[in-house]
């Protein structure tokens, strides 16, 4: 296991730049790798993302669309070499990590172990993305609108018009095939693993279940999905009697002029404090720049971070605000400190322990960041005792409001490392000294939107039946 200071790859080429970027904003860059190989010289995929027991292979291909045939002949042509590439690298990719996942690396030569650990091929569950670049202006020009491309996922790919992706497969698994305008909003707007993972699920019983006969672009699908509010998930796609349903264009649109959708984005800025904190561990993680633990492997330190990003945007939000609002009351005096024990609803098991304290007038030093530390473990280990069933307390320390400086500290109790000697250690910090018992735990409910997202409009969604009905009343109009 590696325990070694390492580089990520930065993409080869315009593309390969974008899709890093995009995936690190939205896994995080702690388990986003592209260019990743599988022997010297031989690269895996462009892009690979590792959390926990789920695999994200990407391939993107940016092909030139071609001009000097048919609309539909050029189509196919550029399917051919973007789309069909793209799923041979996948298929290849997939075959590799399954037969040996312990033969990946980070570079060219094949000198730097992957990091995380693979799951084997039983506990694997894979999500194959192809992202094509390069038919949005053609698609622009042919069809207006953003040059995001259709699709008709019952359809196969021969059948399909210009300008549609059909239902693409590698085998007998499916292929999510996303064109340059629909990767942008969709890692911008479900920027989280935790619900791109619900989106990717979702997505795939979707069009497995023969749901979805065509939408405008994946902008639309996007929309769908965040309209409809599922049983025991934020977003859901809808329920409906028809055999399959046709999605009306300027879904979108109409997402992005929506009040509630507005407020949303609003509430969600102060989320991001959360990922700046899981970015700020992981790159001392990578550089091996940690005060204490650089004895320890990635692998050791990413089970801590993953449960934090683990969390969902709307998760985030609410503990970067409890985070803020505990700041906001503790002052910079000399041993003025603060602490909150936050346990959010989505995921019960999980805790977090906030811990505030400031460095007084000499600043930080060693004593300081010692303290702070045993602090912080004082403090998680008396939650888990008084909260048995937690199988993880997370604890982040950092200074209090207005003092100088500026510097964090992670603890990550596991029923892994939990045994009889902490939770004796934890008793006696509770009972004995009093630890926590003036402490009252925080639990965090609020709404995806903070004001009703309201009803989508009546034609947003249609049956095919109804979709063809309307095509024969227009064009009996038309005659007329």
Known sequence: MMNAAFTRAEGL????????????????????????????????????????????????????????GSPQQNWERWRRRAIDKSIEQLAGAERSLRAAPDRVFLDAN???????????????????????????DACRQALGGSGGLMLCPDTSPAECPAFAIGDHRSGNHLVHVIDEVGLDVLLQELDTVTDLLSYFRAREEFFEAGRLAWCPTEADLVALY??????????????????????????????????????????NRASYVWDQYIEIFSEHVRARTLVYGNDQTVQQHERALRVMAGESRLSRRLLALAMLDLYGQTGSESEHSGVRVVLPSQRPHVAYV????????????????????????????????????????????????????????????????????????ARKLHE?????????????????????????????????????????????????
């Open 354 to 425: 906030f811990c505030l304290l400031s460095p007084g007038a000499k600043g930080e030093d060693t004593n300081y960041r010692h303290s702070r530390i045993c602090r912080l473990r004082a403090y998680c280990e008396v939650t888990k005792y008084l909260h048995p069933t937690l199988t993880d307390v997370v604890g982040v320390a950092t200074y209090a409001h207005g003092a100088q400086g500026a510097s964090e500290d992670l603890f990550h109790i596991s029923d892994l490392n939990w045994d009889s000697i902490a939770l004796e250690r």
């Open 226 to 267: 965040m309209w409809n509010q599922g049983a025991d998930q934020p977003f859901a796609f809808p329920e409906t009697n028809a055999e399959s349903i046709v999605v009306a264009e300027g879904h979108w649109a109409g997402l992005l002029a929506n009040p509630a959708y507005r407020s949303r984005q609003l509430s």
């Open 13 to 68: 080429t315009p593309s390969e730049q974008n899709l890093k970027r995009l995936c690190d904003h939205a896994f995080l860059s702690l388990w986003s790798y592209p260019n990743v190989h599988r022997s010297p010289g031989k690269e895996l995929c462009d892009l690979l993302v590792v959390f926990e027991k789920s695999v994200f292979l990407f391939s993107v291909k940016s092909c030139a669309f071609p001009t000097s």
């Open 432 to 480: 004995d000294y009093g630890l926590l018992k003036d402490t009252f735990d925080k639990r965090l409910r609020t709404n995806e939107f903070p004001i009703p997202l309201g009803q989508q409009h009546d034609d947003a969604v249609e049956s095919r039946k109804n979709r063809n009905r309307r095509k024969r009343e227009r064009r009996l109009r038309a005659r007329g």
């Open 110 to 136: 094949c000198t730097t172990p992957f990091p995380l650990r693979i799951p084997t091929e039983e506990e694997a569950r894979y999500f194959r993305v192809a992202v094509v670049h390069g038919a949005a």
